[in-house]
């Protein structure tokens, strides 16, 4: 076998495809987090419009804001642009930014100490233990 040739059992090789590996891990979680988060924001942008439109919204299903969307671009909804944007808008905010709030909260939360400590008021047994009674 020549110098110039990595077998499979060459610890760099396999550091490699392990790295690959990963990669491809992280890029398929990372696709299927955003195709999550797509499905939930078409959901509740359905959702959010049938509840302006005064319709059941539990019956909105997948479809309904991207149907009413087109019913709006051939003319069959005249007035209910806004709500279509509105609606979209709250559902993608709701869909991507309360997954987004959760996650920043849980990690500003573990692991950190209080700056400016925790105030209370002091009980009697502690004002004299200082001697100031």
Request: proline content about 3%.
């Amino acid at each position: 076998m020549g110098k110039n040739r990595l077998s499979l059992t060459h610890p760099e090789a396999a550091n490699a495809v392990g790295h690959h590996v990963r990669t491809a891990v992280i890029t398929i979680a990372a696709l299927a987090f955003l195709a999550g988060a797509l499905l939930a924001s078409l959901w509740l942008a359905s959702f959010f419009l049938y509840a302006s439109l005064r319709v059941n919204p539990l019956r909105a299903g997948l479809w309904g804001w991207p149907d009413a969307l087109l019913a709006w671009h051939d003319g069959r909804m005249l007035n209910d642009g806004r709500r279509l944007t509105g609606a979209a808008l709250l559902g993608a905010l709701v869909a991507v930014g309360g997954p987004g709030m959760g996650l920043y909260s849980l990690v500003t939360s573990t692991g950190r100490r209080r700056l400016y400590g925790s105030a209370r008021f002091a009980s009697e047994a502690e004002i004299r233990a200082a001697g100031l009674l």
